[in-house]
């Protein structure tokens, strides 16, 4: 008898169970999938969009998620030059060229911003109509048809960036515009006219900066179309920036007193800084290159934080066994060193290939800006063609070797970069020279001796130091 009760009790406890799941799980159940069909009916359905020029699509298209990741990114690059590029090479000058080198950058970041919204950008990211391979054309001079059409419901796209607004993309590819000039900067700091600086960077931005960047990441252009790859600008920004500071160099001559006088930094804190903003404001520059939220972007991340820490290890290693020390300085020049060499890279490499390139960057930036600056005898001031036109080049040239076909999505090839990198730098080299000589026609390049001895502080800004 008891026997058969438990038997009845454990049935009606089944029972009881089974009730209890129907009154409470199964309707909480059925409202769960009820709300994830009303949220999958409700949500936009996400389809490609390709467009062969830039033109309108509707807001439907464009993506939340990498317009803010690409927004982030413009913020972050922007803080490489203002206030980071300005630290750096403030802080490497001396004393009483502080606020001439400052004032460069910011007076570049201003008037490539103008420039850009005119015609540079038209210039480099849309098709072109007589020469597409070579220049854009101009379709977008003055912003002209970048609209948000609220009431119909369309934005205005970026045929490379078909997903976010094409203002974003505008904005970030105008932050790589305006770091590429401001580089330049550090090979002719306390001696060349402040005037003839800005004529000299608005020039090069549209007649070198503009054609280089549509060559390489124009889809049309003629290096995109040979399989050229740069993922964030190393050829772009960096061999070219380098070519360009190595020719001004030669141009204006060496400083005065260089080589026979000592020329103390003002204060390596602020290039630590300065470093320190560059580093951080990179993971925009090279994950921001993805142009979406995605997988890529966070590689791009990982890899670009590996190859700068490799990079400033190499640079000291090499520094120690060649002087018997390690020195700030050449900590945040290998840093850079290495963040230089990764960007060609960012998008396409494994972290232990990013190690490679950072350790290799390290040291052959260490000898480019001791040894080979000392065979180009060329007064470049804060070593620009020796860290970034020596580091362009290594990033570049290993993207060739180390690219990985399961994350690029192509088969690299090397000699295509080795054609991509003599392009270049040549025409960087040649175009640099033919836009100081323009300038020269209408401004002097060089300050008076005088002037150069009192310091570029006092003599153009009647400003100093505190």
């Keep these: 008898m008891q026997k058969d009760r438990d038997v009845a009790r454990q049935a009606s406890l ?9 009154f409470f799980f199964v309707p909480a159940l059925l409202l769960g999938q009820g709300l994830a069909a009303a949220q999958e009916a409700a949500a936009p359905a996400v389809t490609e969009v390709t467009l062969s020029a830039p033109g309108l699509v509707d807001a439907s298209h464009v ?41 460069s950058v910011v007076g570049i970041a201003a008037l490539v911003s103008v420039l850009w919204f005119g015609l540079a950008y038209s210039l480099a990211f849309t098709p072109g109509e007589l020469a597409g391979a070579f220049v854009g054309g101009l379709g977008r001079v003055g912003f002209a048809g970048m609209e948000f059409l609220g009431e119909k419901g369309q934005v205005a796209v970026s045929h490379i960036a078909p997903h976010v607004p ?24 306390e001696r060349m006219h402040f005037g003839a600086l800005l004529g000299f960077a608005g020039l090069w931005l549209l007649l070198v900066y503009a054609p280089i960047a549509h060559w390489v990441w124009e889809p049309g252009g003629w290096l995109a179309q040979l399989g050229v790859l740069d993922f964030a600008g190393g050829a772009v920004v960096h061999i070219n920036a380098g070519a360009a500071a190595l020719v001004c160099a030669y141009a204006l001559g060496p400083r ?126 804060l070593d620009v063609f020796g860290v970034h036109g020596v580091g362009g080049l290594v990033g570049a040239l290993l993207t060739g070797l180390l690219a990985d076909p399961a994350i690029s999505g192509v088969q690299a090839s090397f000699m295509a970069q080795l054609v991509g990198c003599v ?35 006092v003599s153009l800004h009647h400003e100093q130091v505190g």
């Design 256 to 381: 005065t007193g260089y080589g026979r006088e000592p020329f103390v930094p003002f204060n390596l804190g602020l290039t630590m800084a300065g470093t320190g903003l560059l580093w951080v404001g990179w993971f925009g520059f090279n994950a921001g290159s993805a142009l979406t939220a995605d997988g890529r972007a966070g590689l791009a991340l990982l890899v670009t934080h590996v190859a700068a820490a490799s990079g400033a290890l190499a640079w000291m290693a090499a520094e120690w066994l060649a002087r018997k020390r390690a020195t700030l300085l050449g900590l945040c020049s290998g840093v850079v060193a290495g963040l230089v060499a990764i960007t060609p890279a960012a998008g396409f490499v494994t972290p232990r290939s990013a190690l490679l390139i950072g350790l290799v960057a390290g040291v052959a930036c260490y000898w480019g800006a001791t040894a080979l600056k000392r065979r180009l005898r060329a007064d470049d001031s």
């Design 423 to 457: 392009a270049v730098l040549a025409y960087s080299l040649f175009m640099t020279a033919v836009v100081l000589w323009i300038v020269s026609r209408f401004a002097t390049l060089r300050v008076r001796e005088s002037e150069e001895r009192a310091g570029l502080d």
């Design 63 to 103: 993506q939340g998620a990498d317009t803010a990741w690409l927004m982030v990114s413009t913020a972050l690059v922007l803080l490489m030059t203002l206030p980071g590029i300005a630290l750096f090479y403030g802080g490497m000058v001396r004393r009483f060229n502080v606020i001439n080198t400052m004032a």
């Design 166 to 189: 094409e203002a974003v993309f505008a904005m970030f590819q105008l932050t790589f515009a305006i770091i590429t000039c401001a580089l330049v900067v550090g090979a002719l700091v």
């Design 14 to 22: 089944c029972r009881f169970r089974a009730l209890f799941r129907s």
